[in-house]
């Protein structure tokens, strides 16, 4: 299997660090291919390596401008994005989140993508029934929001704030 694609499948399936082994082979083999600096940046941020991500994010968007560098902020910053967004929902948006208890995490959970979660997700949106017993009895969900992954996708502090509206606003 090409090491780009053993990469990819490796980070799927939560084996984050066989994943960066291989998308360090990816981005070494072809020094010129975006996408695999842009891998090799998001398995970098799961294993711990924010300095090694940046730089990989970084040399992928000096390959493509469809890569922009993602735009970092701190989380009591995000989360104000997260409030603003969620003060600014139609009437119809804030019924299917009513009483939902929204969280932001940097990332989703290992344990999740193994079971099947995308690495790269957005959001978690975890129905009663998944939380337990008290959460079903209230009728409470979880929306849970994953920062790092906001971030990957916006170049600029306003693309970040129009993703996060406009994935609160379909939650």
Same mark, same amino acid.
């Given at each position: 299997?090409?090491?780009?694609?053993?990469? $990819?499948?490796?980070? %799927?399936?939560? $084996?984050?660090?066989?994943? #960066?082994?291989?998308?360090?082979?990816?981005?070494? !083999?072809?020094?010129? +291919?975006?996408?695999?600096?842009?891998?090799?940046?998001?398995?970098?941020?799961? %294993?711990?390596?924010?300095?090694?991500s940046d730089d990989a994010f970084k040399r992928a968007a000096q390959l493509s401008k469809q890569?922009? #560098?993602?735009?970092?902020? +701190?989380?009591?910053?995000? !989360?104000?994005?997260?409030?603003?967004?969620?003060?600014?929902?139609?009437?119809?948006? $804030? *019924?299917?989140?009513?009483?939902?208890?929204? *969280?932001?995490?940097?990332?989703?959970a290992l344990e999740a993508i193994v079971k099947g979660a995308s690495p790269d997700s957005l959001?978690?949106? $975890?129905?009663?029934?998944?939380?337990?017993?008290?959460?079903?009895?209230?009728?409470?969900?979880? #929306?849970? #929001?994953?920062?790092?992954?906001?971030?990957? !996708?916006?170049?600029?502090?306003?693309?970040?704030?129009?993703?996060?509206? *406009?994935?609160?606003?379909?939650?």
């Amino acid at each position: 299997m090409e090491p780009f694609q053993k990469a $990819r499948s490796l980070y %799927t399936a939560g $084996r984050m660090h066989d994943a #960066l082994e291989a998308a360090q082979v990816a981005a070494e !083999r072809q020094p010129k +291919d975006a996408e695999a600096w842009w891998l090799l940046g998001c398995i970098s941020r799961y %294993t711990g390596l924010p300095a090694a991500s940046d730089d990989a994010f970084k040399r992928a968007a000096q390959l493509s401008k469809q890569r922009p #560098l993602p735009h970092r902020v +701190d989380p009591e910053v995000f !989360r104000r994005m997260v409030d603003e967004a969620l003060g600014r929902l139609s009437p119809d948006a $804030r *019924r299917r989140l009513d009483q939902a208890r929204v *969280r932001v995490e940097p990332l989703p959970a290992l344990e999740a993508i193994v079971k099947g979660a995308s690495p790269d997700s957005l959001l978690d949106r $975890r129905h009663p029934a998944n939380l337990g017993r008290v959460a079903a009895n209230k009728g409470a969900g979880e #929306l849970v #929001l994953f920062q790092v992954n906001f971030e990957n !996708r916006s170049g600029s502090e306003a693309e970040l704030r129009q993703l996060v509206a *406009r994935t609160v606003s379909r939650a």
